[in-house]
């Protein structure tokens, strides 16, 4: 099974910038996409961004030249810099993976974190 723990979330002021990082563990070797997600209270869980072993990474529209996925393959790690953050980027981030197989980018995913919360402030 796979463990997905994320990291660095916080409070910031609109403009600013936060990076949140997510760690796996476990049986990472059936990881191929890794991905972020985000779901404010009363909202729909919504796709941020993912990348994928060969280092492809895909944005939704809403966050497109102002964030950044990346991974780093050996560490098991991966991690979303966010920048010029607004208030409507406040939710709930989430880290999921899944593995080969699924396309690109996929749509579904099999593994999960906790989350970590992210507030901008007007």
């Known amino acids: 099974q796979v463990q997905l723990v994320e990291s660095g979330g916080g409070l910031v002021q609109a403009g600013g910038s936060l990076r949140v990082s997510c760690a796996a563990s476990?049986?990472?070797?059936?990881?191929?996409?890794m991905a972020w997600f985000r779901q404010a209270p009363g909202k729909e869980r919504e796709f941020v961004a993912a990348?994928?072993?060969?280092?492809?990474?895909y944005y939704a529209d809403s966050v497109k030249g102002r964030f950044t996925i990346s991974g780093d393959n050996a560490k098991n790690t991966m991690s979303l810099q966010m920048n010029s953050l607004q208030p409507d980027d406040t939710a709930v981030y989430c880290c999921?993976?899944?593995?080969?197989?699924?396309?690109?980018?996929?749509?579904?995913?099999?593994?999960w974190g906790q989350g970590t919360q992210v507030t901008v402030s007007s």
């Open positions: 999921a993976a899944v593995g080969s197989g699924v396309g690109w980018p996929p749509i579904k995913y099999n593994y």
């Open positions: 990348v994928n072993w060969s280092e492809a990474v």
């Open positions: 476990g049986r990472t070797f059936n990881i191929y996409t």
